[in-house]
T-cell receptor, first 111, second 115 residues
Framework: QKEVEQDPGPLSVPEGAIVSLNCTYS??????FMWYRQYSRKGPELLMY????GNKEDGRFTAQVDKSSKYISLFIRDSQPSDSATYLC???????????FGQGTILTVHP | SAVISQKPSRDICQRGTSLTIQCQVD?????MFWYRQQPGQSLTLIAT?????????ESGFVIDKFPISRPNLTFSTLTVSNMSPEDSSIYLC????????????FGQGTRLTVV
């Protein structure tokens, strides 16, 4: 079993839709959680970072963490074609700076 | 976050040869890491680049295959040695600042194709 599981999709939604991306993890030692966006042929770009259960909002993006169920989510409101990318969840905390990534979800937002 | 520059951005190499990838950051970061992203896969940590000492490798990665140097706080190299087509991947440099949160930032990556 992978330490971080993420549905690879692909996920296709119309412009304006609310997108929900999810990951589960198995290691209780993970203390912080991140979401990255990766465009084709680019490096991952940090979108959201959180270390506690609950919600964190930044513009159209909301990251949600539920440590009791080991479940993390990213919600994108009013999705745009420019949001089309691969979204990677990542966890850390077992050793400083080292991250464990999910497989990534390919998202396409069509006009 | 620091600006992270990697080069080359891509290369096509013959099997049996070696390629050295360079990673330069524009500020004195504490931690630098090297990741591999195989086609259609997620990122896997290769090693932590330690300044002035041997890198710390993750399970499944060895120094003979992936020698890493970090002569100072702003520069690191990863060499992919004796390459085979299975080494075709994107190699990514990452940095984080101890004491300023645990966010990790990535370079643009080096896309390696071994033929």
């Amino acid at each position: 079993q992978k330490e971080v599981e993420q549905d690879p999709g692909p996920l296709s939604v119309p412009e304006g839709a609310i997108v929900s991306l999810n990951c589960t993890y198995s290691n209780s030692a993970f203390q912080y959680f991140m979401w990255y966006r990766q465009y084709s042929r680019k490096g991952p770009e940090l979108l959201m970072y959180t270390y506690s259960s609950g919600n964190k909002e930044d513009g159209r993006f909301t990251a949600q963490v539920d440590k009791s169920s080991k479940y993390i989510s990213l919600f994108i409101r009013d999705s745009q074609p420019s949001d089309s990318a691969t979204y990677l969840c990542a966890t850390g905390g077992t050793s400083y700076g080292k991250l464990t990534f999910g497989q990534g979800t390919i998202l396409t937002v069509h006009p | 976050s620091a600006v992270i520059s990697q080069k080359p951005s891509r290369d096509i190499c013959q099997r049996g040869t070696s390629l050295t990838i360079q990673c330069q950051v524009d500020s004195q970061v504490t931690m630098m890491f090297w990741y591999r992203q195989q086609p259609g896969q997620s990122l896997t940590l290769i090693a932590t680049a330690n300044q002035g000492s041997e890198a710390t490798y993750e399970s499944g990665f060895v120094i003979d295959k992936f020698p890493i140097s970090r002569p100072n706080l702003t520069f690191s190299t990863l060499t992919v040695s004796n390459m085979s087509p299975e080494d075709s991947s994107i190699y990514l440099c990452s940095e984080t600042h101890r004491g300023q949160g645990t966010e990790a930032f990535f370079g643009q990556g080096t896309r390696l194709t071994v033929v």
